[in-house]
Structure formats: structure tokens, C-alpha cells
């Protein structure tokens, strides 16, 4: 049973990067049919997506943070990673990591990881 | 980008109704639109895929229909498991620009 597990700093500073890993157990990362995504929460708030990677390092991100967003894939360990940069109080969120099934035709996320929550204060 | 919006934002049911939420996009969409079910912290679930098709796992009370802008998540006889708040999310665009309806929360009578 494919099992993704997020990990990293729960609060980080103002203008500081956030940094978060997610590590895939029970399934290859590098698995064709799939890409892996972060989607992130704000307290109360609905799902916004961050960006998605491929095994191969082809990456989609949200144009709305786009300038600030970096994600990246280690397949010898299994896991790839987040960086968001210049954060404000605005980045505080659960950050969920996913499993992007994409189809000739369709796409869905699951399963997700548990999520775990970043703070931006100083 | 492509906005959903759902309605109702929240809904009052009682165990044994049937329930329906209504997720509308901004563009036509074909049949990208999933639906994920989250209970208070924790993650999302997938329910529905492709509008239409149950994910492996989910009782068989929960369908989704529709395709082009207009959708709808029924849950046939509500369950007590089932009082949590659902999404909609699109991923149509080519490259993907992926968004999520606001959410419903469906809370017991």
C-alpha cells in the first residue's frame, strides 16, 4: 500500500524558504504512470495545488507562486521536495504531498500524505 | 485560470438523506472533475474521478455526475461517516492549472 510521509521545519521565519520533504514508501517514485504534487491549506481555508513533478524532473507549478516555488525529486532516496521562498504569514498551511495519477484522458490525487503543518512567524 | 464554485457552501442533513452538491465551472471543463471528501484534520480522500467513476474502496452510496460546467456529488442515503466537508477540483488545462471549489460542509441536523 503506497504511503507518502511529509517532513520539515514546522515554522519558519518571515522571508526565509520553506523547505519540506515528502518520502514515498510501499511504490516506486519513479513509477510512469505517475506525477507527485503538493497541495497546501491555510488554517480554515479550502486546497490550493503548488506544483506537481515527474520522476524525470519535468515539473508544473501555479502561476501564482510560480517566482517563489522549487520542487525537486531524488529517486535514489524515494522522495521529493518543496522549497518556497520570501514566505510571509500568508504561507501558513498544512502542506499535503500526493500521488498525481495522470491518465491519457484524466488526472486525481491520491492518496495524499497526512500533511503537516508550516508557520510563518518570527 | 479556471474558478469552481460550489454550492452550498454548507449543508444540514440528517443520517438516511439523500444529498446533493453542485460544483460549476468558470470554462468547460469536459469530465476533468474529481471530488475528495476531508474530515477534520486530516487529509483529503478521493471519492470520484473522471465526474463519474467511483474510486476503488468507496461505498457505492456516493456518485458524481455531469460534464462541461455543471456537476453534482450524491450521496444517496447519508451515513454518519459521511458528515465532513467535500471538494471539487478541476485539472483540465494543458499545461495543468489545477484548482479546487471553495468546499461544502455537510454537518449533521
Known amino acids: 500500500q503506497l504511503q507518502l510521509q511529509e517532513s520539515g521545519p514546522g515554522l519558519v521565519k518571515p522571508s526565509e524558504t520553506l523547505s519540506l520533504t515528502c518520502t514515498v514508501s510501499?511504490?516506486?517514485?519513479?513509477?510512469?504512470?505517475?506525477?507527485w504534487g503538493w497541495i497546501r491549506q491555510p488554517p480554515g481555508k479550502g486546497l490550493e495545488w503548488i506544483g506537481s513533478?515527474?520522476?524525470?524532473?519535468?515539473?508544473y507549478y501555479n502561476p501564482s507562486l510560480k517566482s517563489r516555488v522549487t520542487i525537486s525529486v531524488d529517486t535514489s532516496k524515494n522522495q521529493f521536495s518543496l522549497k518556497l521562498s520570501s514566505v510571509t504569514a500568508a504561507d501558513t498551511a498544512v502542506y499535503y504531498c500526493?500521488?498525481?495519477?495522470?491518465?491519457?484522458?484524466?488526472?486525481?490525487?491520491?492518496?495524499w500524505g497526512q500533511g503537516t503543518l508550516v508557520t510563518v512567524s518570527s | 485560470d479556471i474558478q469552481m464554485t460550489q454550492s452550498p457552501s454548507s449543508l444540514s442533513a440528517s443520517v438516511g438523506d439523500r444529498v446533493t452538491i453542485t460544483c460549476r465551472a468558470s470554462?468547460?471543463?469536459?469530465?476533468?472533475l474529481n471530488w475528495y471528501q476531508q474530515k477534520p484534520g486530516k487529509a483529503p480522500k478521493l471519492l470520484i474521478y473522471?465526474?463519474?467513476s467511483l474510486q476503488s474502496g468507496v461505498p457505492s452510496r456516493f456518485s458524481g455526475s455531469g460534464s462541461g460546467t455543471d456537476f453534482t456529488l450524491t450521496i444517496s442515503s447519508l451515513q454518519p461517516e459521511d458528515f465532513a466537508t467535500y471538494y471539487c477540483?478541476?485539472?483540465?488545462?494543458?499545461?495543468?492549472?489545477?484548482?479546487f471549489g471553495q468546499g461544502t460542509r455537510l454537518e449533521i441536523k
Open positions: 470554462q468547460s471543463i469536459s469530465s476533468y
Open positions: 513533478i515527474y520522476y524525470s524532473g519535468s515539473t
Open positions: 477540483q478541476q485539472s483540465y488545462s494543458t499545461p495543468p492549472r489545477i484548482t
Open positions: 500526493a500521488r498525481w495519477t495522470v491518465t491519457i484522458q484524466y488526472n486525481w490525487f491520491d492518496p
Open positions: 473522471a465526474a463519474s
Open positions: 510501499g511504490g516506486s517514485i519513479s513509477s510512469s504512470s505517475y506525477y
